[in-house]
Every structure is written in structure tokens, then in C-alpha cells.
């Protein structure tokens, strides 16, 4: 029987991704959550395949997980700055905090991510997800642009969660 797939509303004789991948026999889930990691990548850089992938990240399927993050490994920094990836990016962040965090602070650009309207998003989520020595580790690499993350649009909420931490 073929399916019409649908991102969110339901259509009639359509069924959302979500539901689907939930009740469709495990086969089929299997391959479409298969070629969803494979595609992870490009689908997260999509107005509206970012939403798949963060369909598949939602359904807390531990290796589902640990294969989309591996599939954008190498990509964290520019996939925080776009538009639709950043979404991904942040599901990821939340699931593998410390393997896509680590990414983004031996990059060194997690600074000029911050500043980002996108990547900003991405700083706030890793300030909020991490605790003990990785948190340590995040504030001393934003610590030397606070100054300008304060008087910055997109840094000011930065600013404040860096304020509220174990910050002198």
C-alpha cells in the first residue's frame, strides 16, 4: 500500500512522518529511517528536510541518533549558522551534547558562531545542556568576546547565561 507522507498537518489520505515512522512495520521504518540518515546531510540543509531529520532525532532511537550526528560530523560550525540546519544541529546538541559540543569548540569558531542569528541558538542550547568541565571549557572560549556578545543582537542572551554561570 503507498503512503502520502506529510511533514505536520494532516492531508486527506495522508499520513504525518511522524506517525508513520511510529506505526509502520519495522521494515519499512527501518529502511526509511536508513536512507533519512543516509541523506542527513543535505535533508538538514532543506526548508523543509530539516524537519525529517528532526522527525527521526524525536523518535530517541539511540543508533538513529549516533548515525545522523556521524553523518554531520565535520559540518556542526556551518550547519549552526544556516537557517534550517540549525534546527538539526540543536536536536543533535541536546542527544550527543558533548560529541557535537566538542566539534564546535575545537573549531574555533565557536565565537563567530555566537554572534550568529542562527548560531547563537546553538551557544544558548550548549550554556543550558552542559555542566562540570565541558561547561568550564565553553566559557573560557567565550569569555574573551562577552564584551561584545553584551552590546551584540544576537549575543545579549549569551551575555546573560554566561553572567548566571560560574563565570570569574
Not at 30 to 54: A, F, H, M, R, W
Not at 93 to 104: A, D, G, I, S
Request: one cysteine or more.
Amino acid at each position: 500500500m503507498e503512503h502520502c507522507l506529510t511533514l505536520g498537518t494532516h492531508v486527506k489520505g495522508c499520513i504525518s512522518l511522524t506517525e508513520y515512522l511510529n506505526h509502520s512495520k519495522s521494515t519499512r521504518k527501518q529502511l526509511l529511517l536508513k536512507k533519512i540518515t543516509e541523506l542527513s546531510l543535505c535533508l538538514s540543509q532543506d526548508p523543509y528536510g530539516n524537519y525529517v531529520v528532526g522527525a527521526a532525532l524525536q523518535l530517541e532511537i539511540p543508533e538513529v541518533i549516533c548515525n545522523i550526528c556521524h553523518q554531520l560530523k565535520g559540518h556542526y560550525v556551518h550547519l549552526s549558522t544556516n537557517k534550517f540546519s540549525s534546527f538539526v544541529v540543536q536536536k543533535c546538541l541536546v542527544r550527543r551534547t558533548e560529541f557535537v559540543l566538542l566539534e564546535l569548540l575545537e573549531s574555533g569558531k565557536l565565537g563567530q558562531v555566537a554572534f550568529d542569528p542562527y548560531g547563537n541558538y546553538i551557544v544558548q542550547t550548549a550554556l543550558e545542556m552542559t555542566k562540570g568541565v565541558l561547561k568550564l571549557r565553553l566559557i573560557n572560549v567565550l569569555r574573551p568576546h562577552s564584551q561584545n556578545l553584551q552590546l551584540h543582537l544576537h549575543g545579549q542572551r549569551i551575555f546573560h547565561l554566561l553572567s548566571g554561570s560560574v563565570w570569574k
